[in-house]
């Protein structure tokens, strides 16, 4: 079955950085858009980033400059580099497959990030 595993959160001071590792398996990871998505306490789960089969990223204005999403298709991996990271960006941050106008169904446990000084 599909499944997701986050990994490289953690606790942070503003300004730090952090690179999250997301193993995914049970599809055909090489010809899928991935993406990186984020939820707070109280907010909706957000698309922060996403990278096309292809390789081609697009990010979501709060992050661009700062956030760089990019995979390994020979470890069905995908990867978010952080940085510059600010109190807001504190989030339980999990992967997915990305397809447009549809919300995936099916979610890993997600990798916690707390910015805090």
């Known amino acids: 079955q599909v499944q997701f595993v986050e990994s490289g959160g953690g606790l942070v001071q503003p300004g730090g950085s952090l690179r999250l590792s997301c193993a995914a398996s049970?599809?055909?990871?090489?010809?899928?858009?991935m993406g990186w998505y984020r939820q707070s306490p109280g907010q909706q789960r957000e698309l922060v980033a996403r990278?096309?089969?292809?390789?081609?990223?697009n990010y979501e204005d709060s992050v661009k400059g700062r956030f760089t999403i990019s995979r390994d298709n020979a470890k069905n991996t995908v990867y978010l580099q952080m940085n510059s990271l600010k109190p807001e960006d504190t989030a339980v941050y999990y992967c997915?497959?990305?397809?447009?106008?549809?919300?995936?169904?099916?979610w890993g446990q997600g990798t916690q990030v707390t910015v805090s000084s």
């Open positions: 997915n497959i990305y397809l447009p106008n549809i919300v995936p169904t099916n």
């Open positions: 990278i096309a089969s292809a390789g081609s990223t």
């Open positions: 049970g599809f055909r990871f090489r010809i899928s858009a």
